[in-house]
């Protein structure tokens, strides 16, 4: 996300809450910036919102805050918030806008705006099978595509909020479930070399948040490597996780499916995958 200077109050909704609700049917991203505090004798009113959407869209904020300036400082420190991953945080004005000095004791509390995560999962045997089922006790929306009929029935998934879809092509199936890409996950767990292949072409222009391939060291290289030489972009390929998943020894399809929504989860909220209790022994 670009920090250039982000448009002010182009008001193309009429409330706060209707720019919150777009922003989620969109698929976009945004920060909800809201005065929970402020110094004596600064003017800023406790309450007052800026809703600012990533750079790029018309009209990228809409509120304000009580000033033009404090509105810019604002939405500068949204798009760096955004970049951070955070859920919610609270900053003073003077932290980052030390120059306003007027309003330098406000405290301004920043909230991410986005549509509840999904991730879409290619390949419904007991992998995949295991990962949907996680990823909507986790509160993903879960999508589960397979081209064997017979693998993704209502029987095998009586949990009415994973979707199912019978894949007539991988590509268009798969393409049809990303969308946008916005707050996607993609996590492709097939049977073998063909399907994985396809499902990766079909996703690999596409900007989604994650995507990652089940496999060997090996078979996943095959794969990477016929992309690269059908003249796949390097970058986008680098972004592939392969081998899927965070390295914690599993074993069981259930614990491959708790390794690959942990590296999801890490990716999401910008996590390092390590053990928390790492800063003690490098301490002693």
Not at 37 to 44: D, F, H, I, L, Y
Not at 54 to 82: C, K, M, N, P, Y
Not at 107 to 133: D, M, N, W
Not at 201 to 221: E, F, M, P, Q, W
């Amino acid at each position: 996300m670009s920090l250039q200077e982000p448009p002010v109050n182009k008001p193309q909704f009429s409330s706060i809450p209707e720019a919150v609700s777009q922003t989620l049917e969109d698929g976009s991203i945004a920060a909800l910036a809201t005065v929970v505090s402020v110094g004596p004798g600064e003017t800023a009113s406790v309450g007052a919102k800026l809703l600012t959407r990533e750079t790029g869209i018309s009209g990228a904020t809409f509120g304000s805050l009580g000033s033009e300036d404090l509105d810019r400082a604002v939405a500068r420190q949204a798009a760096r918030f955004l970049e951070s991953k955070e859920a919610t945080r609270t900053f003073r004005v003077k932290d980052f806008e030390p120059a306003l000095t007027e309003w330098g004791e406000a405290q301004i509390l920043f909230e991410r705006i986005q549509a509840e995560p999904r991730v879409v999962i290619c390949g419904a045997g007991h992998v995949g099978a295991s990962l949907a089922k996680l990823a909507s006790l986790m509160g993903y929306h879960a999508t589960l595509i397979d081209d064997r009929a017979e693998f993704v029935t209502r029987d095998r998934f009586p949990e009415g909020h994973i979707e199912l879809v019978i894949a007539q092509t991988w590509a268009e199936s798969v393409q049809t479930a990303v969308e946008n890409g916005s707050g996607v996950s993609v996590a492709i767990v097939t049977r073998g070399h063909s399907e994985d292949e396809q499902c990766l072409r079909a996703v690999i222009a596409l900007d989604v948040d994650y995507v990652g391939l089940i496999g060997s060291k090996r078979r996943t290289n095959i794969v990477l490597h016929r992309l690269r030489e059908s003249g796949a972009d390097e970058h986008r390929l680098a972004r592939v996780h392969a081998p899927v998943g965070l390295d914690i020894g599993a074993v069981t399809p259930e614990e491959v499916a708790l390794a690959i929504m942990a590296e999801i989860v890490a990716v999401r909220r910008g996590g390092k995958g390590g053990s928390l209790s790492e800063w003690r022994r490098e301490s002693k």
